[in-house]
């Protein structure tokens, strides 16, 4: 058995260091795929001797996550792979589930996806918390490789893993769990999900409600039902997080979409709270941007159908 983690990156310095340290406890290798990182990614990954750092030399016209895993999935295969991780950057596994993985892999059949709660952690006057509601919200980390499995395209929110998940297994909060981060890096936060906002109207598969339902998670500011964070590993090694951080590559890239499709086609985005993106409509326009989005009643229902889809539990 190989257990090889899988990590598209680009720019994510910022919490490198403190998801390297919790990948190489269950990692026999990590593959990283860099997205062309202006930061100092080379020099951190130096620090642990598991990782391997591919560049992502395809050029594209959006961006294409799901080309993205594909590579990473191939570099994991060339290297002897039997069971793939597929973690962002800016996710770590619970600091106990973490140690027993290995164990838990161990009994996967062939082509079995494994599906974790998936909790978005926030700070709140210094702790650590998230919503008592992300217990259930589940999504696919783990891939017992069958050798022949790849991704569908999909340019942004792709599957985590391959194949068409006919094996599925789940585990309760209790057994373990992935704790997101990128609230810690809020503003940095708000432009990515911005860029991603935009760069999915571009792409034009979806509309401009859609993508604002999808997206608007990632909003909140503040827990609704605050749960205090437990998690030794992550209480122990969040020092080695930088909330400060750079957030001028996004800023960049959205500047450069607006400028190619004309400002006001990204009106009906949910975006304009972000004072840098109001400031440049309103210069470029003369007036405020107006984002029209689903009303509250439709995304409650659309929330609650999604709690009921992902609240199956093993």
Known sequence: M???TLVPVKNEGWILRFSLKNFSLFSDEIIILDDHSTDDLLEIAQEYPKVRVVPFET???????????????QEGRRSNGTHF????ADETFS????????????SMDKGATLFLPWVLIRQDNGELC?????????????????????????????????????????????????LHFQKIAQKRNQLKQAWYRCSELVEGSRSARRINATYRHSKESVARNKELLKDE???????????DADYDFYIQQISTLFEQKN??????????????????????????????VFPDWLLFLNDLKNKVKNSIIQ
């Open 2 to 4: 190989k257990i090889i």
């Open 130 to 178: 998230f919503n008592s509601t992300d217990r259930s919200i589940y999504k696919d980390f783990i891939f017992s490789d069958d050798g022949t499995s790849t991704y569908k395209k999909q340019f942004l929110s792709e599957e985590r893993t391959p194949g068409d998940h006919t094996l599925k297994t789940y585990h309760s909060f209790e057994t373990g769990y992935v």
């Open 263 to 292: 400002i006001v086609f990204f009106e009906s985005l949910d975006i304009w709270d972000i004072p840098e993106l109001r400031e440049m409509f309103v210069r470029k326009v003369g007036r405020g941007p107006e984002a029209r």
């Open 233 to 243: 590993f992550t209480l122990s090694n969040f020092k080695d997080i930088r909330t």
């Open 85 to 88: 991780v597929f973690l962002d």
């Open 59 to 73: 050029t594209e016209r959006h961006v294409d996550m799901s080309l993205r895993r594909n590579i990473l999935l």
């Open 95 to 106: 600091g106990e589930f973490s140690k027993k993985l290995k164990e838990t892999v161990s």
